[in-house]
């Protein structure tokens, strides 16, 4: 059964910057095939996409992250990542990775100011 695990999450100060990984089962063998995204949910807010790779390398990016956030992937490892850099409060949310018609489950980001 494929999977997606997140990892990377954590709680920050406005301005740092975090790296999440989202990294997919061995048995993902047309990982490198599929556009991969992360998305996030705020607390009672809906779930919003926050940055997606094709499998040529090709991103697009919320408005509310472009230039801060940085999706890349590694089909060698069938990981791909969302950098984050300048943090803000408003960012605190639970990111998902999401592709291969899965979610994983989650990982919390929080942003204090």
């Known amino acids: 059964q494929v999977q997606l695990v997140e990892s990377g999450g954590g709680t920050v100060q406005a301005g740092e910057s975090l790296r999440l990984s989202c990294a997919a089962s061995?048995?993902?063998?047309?990982?490198?095939?599929?556009?991969m995204g992360w998305y996030r949910q705020a607390p009672g807010k809906q779930r919003d996409m926050v940055a997606t790779?094709?499998?040529?390398?090709?991103?697009t990016y919320a408005a509310s992250v472009k230039g801060r956030f940085t999706i890349s992937r590694d089909n060698a490892k069938k990981t791909f990542y969302l950098q984050m850099n300048d943090l803000k409060p408003e960012d605190t949310a639970v990111y998902y990775c999401?592709?291969?018609?899965?979610w994983g489950k989650g990982t919390l980001v929080t942003v204090s100011s």
């Open positions: 999401t592709g291969m018609n899965i």
């Open positions: 061995e048995s993902a063998w047309n990982f490198r095939l599929n556009t």
């Open positions: 790779i094709t499998n040529s390398g090709g991103t």
